[in-house]
């Protein structure tokens, strides 16, 4: 009985947590004595890596982090040089980024267990140095459920706008427009009053050259007033050249402090 005792006291910790002893381990580079890595590994043995871990650039800046589970790599995120997301995996899901020089987004993929998976997009710079997508795609297990193409033009000769028109499995067409004009005005007692949000402009176009146009929703403090001078100089230049056709379209314009 005694002996019974013993082992049933000494197994009692390992039924209890579930989790392996573990002995955290903290790499360093030999010249800067900063941190190189951190982890932790299984005990007695030393050798099999299990939890977090993080490893560092010579500077001190964080390169990788993840998790092990009893030594295999389950997920981990690593980061450039600007501390922005170049891959990451999670879930099973690895998901690899690519970035322009001033840090804007270039491209994002996703892959599952190896297989295409979620939405691919890939961006361009505008004049302003700002992203615009230009090609989406979403995938499910290899095989493309939905496409977006972009057209980047000027409609009416004031709006530089972004053109996507989707397309899904089915073969259903969807086209929506976006806004990419880079002379837009934030009045400044806008910016006083911190006013954000998307202004929504629809137009309509006769083959006539009859142009109207409606604020679908109003941010105010002067936010509405540069697209009017816009759209009634746009309004004589259409009556004046007679090149017109049927458009009916819905434009919106996102305006965000920095």
Not at 166 to 182: F, K, P, Q, R
Request: negative net charge; proline residues 3%; contains cysteine.
């Amino acid at each position: 009985m005694k002996q019974f005792a013993i082992i049933f006291i000494i197994l009692i910790p390992t039924l209890i947590s579930g989790q392996p002893r573990l002995k955290e381990i903290t790499e360093y580079y030999p010249k800067t004595k900063t941190i190189k890595k951190h982890y932790f590994v299984i005990k007695p043995k030393n050798v099999v890596c299990h939890s977090t871990y993080e490893i560092y650039r010579p500077n001190g800046q964080i390169e990788e982090r993840g998790y092990f589970e009893y030594g295999v790599k389950t997920s981990y995120i690593k980061f450039d040089t600007k501390g922005q997301v170049l891959k990451e995996l999670r879930d099973s899901i690895l998901t690899t980024n690519e970035y322009f020089a001033n840090g804007e987004l270039k491209s994002t993929q996703k892959t599952k267990n190896g297989e295409l998976f979620g939405i691919w997009e890939n961006y361009d710079l505008n004049e302003c140095g700002k992203t615009y997508l230009i090609s989406s795609t979403e995938y499910q297990e290899n095989q493309v459920i939905s496409s977006t193409e972009s057209v980047n033009n000027m409609f009416l000769g004031i709006f530089s706008v972004n053109t996507l028109v989707t397309e899904d499995a089915t073969g259903n067409i969807d086209t929506t427009y976006v806004s990419n004009s880079c002379d837009l005005i934030y009045p400044s007692e806008a910016r006083r009053n911190q006013i954000e949000g998307t202004l929504f402009i629809k137009i309509n176009l006769t083959a006539d050259c009859d142009l109207t146009y409606e604020f679908i929703n109003e941010l105010g403090y002067g936010i509405e007033d540069q697209f009017i001078d816009k759209l009634e100089l746009a309004r004589k230049n259409l009556q004046a050249n007679h090149d017109c056709q049927d458009i009916e379209v819905t434009i919106p314009i996102q305006f965000k402090l920095q």
